[in-house]
């Protein structure tokens, strides 16, 4: 899932994870300062850069892309790990790392999350704090080259009204884990292919055949 920067992406995302069973949310690495109330471990795994710059040359990113003057990543046994569980796994990027995974994971799902307007942005953008005027042009700025990736995705999210919101990503998820090339072939042969009932075994020698006929005086 990607958007601009104030969207909503990141509250969306915590709430699909809590409503939909079987979804889990990765965590990211990132190079940047915690914000007021997000957690290491929680939010992000906030590092330093030598330490994200080691992990790039040990291959440790299933993607990762700089971000506003900051380095985000997700880590790739992480991921590994909960697809190898049968969990469908959330992944909160930007339209780099986005498009790295595309090259990567041919069976991934792609959509992108849109604030109604750049003005509407731009007051999120104001009352979250913690940015200062010139940062948050900046984002801005980025949103307007960004918006254009919205080809890219397979699906568009207007975040408008939050609970609307949720329950079309909800619905894009359940959806997706119905489409036919998803289906388990090891159950549908297991129900209705496999012939499950093996023919009768002949025991009783008394049985008919077409090369027999009984005797009536037996």
């Known amino acids: 899932m990607s958007a601009p920067s104030g969207a909503g992406k990141t509250t969306l995302c ?15 690495y990132t190079t940047r300062k915690p914000r007021p109330g997000e957690v290491h ?16 040359q040990r291959n440790e990113f299933a993607e990762w892309a700089p971000v506003y003057g900051h380095f985000y990543g997700t880590p790739r046994s992480a991921l590994s790990g909960m697809m190898n569980q049968g969990l469908d796994v959330l992944l909160e990027i930007d339209t780099q790392g986005a498009t790295q995974i595309k090259k990567r994971f041919e069976d991934a799902v792609y959509i992108y999350i849109l604030p109604p307007s750049l ?15 010139e940062e948050i042009q900046r984002r801005l ?13 397979d699906y568009i999210v207007r975040n ?7 329950q079309e990503l909800e619905a894009i998820v359940l959806a997706e884990r119905i ?10 042969e297991e129900n ?4 499950k009932d093996a023919a009768p075994t002949v025991q009783d020698e ?7 006929r009984a005797d009536p005086h037996d």
């Open 14 to 28: 915590k709430q699909l994870v809590a409503t939909v069973p079987g979804l889990r949310h990765s965590i990211s």
């Open 41 to 56: 471990g929680r939010e992000y795994y906030f590092v330093e850069e030598q330490l994200f710059q080691d992990m790039i």
């Open 119 to 133: 003005d509407t942005l731009r007051t999120r953008l104001e009352k979250r704090g913690g940015d200062a005027p």
């Open 141 to 153: 700025q980025k949103a307007r080259e960004e918006v254009w990736s919205y080809r890219n995705y």
């Open 160 to 166: 408008d009204d939050m609970k609307q919101a949720l």
């Open 179 to 188: 489409k036919t090339k998803r289906l388990d072939i090891g159950w549908l």
């Open 192 to 195: 209705f292919i496999r012939e």
């Open 206 to 212: 008394t049985i008919l055949t077409p090369h027999r």
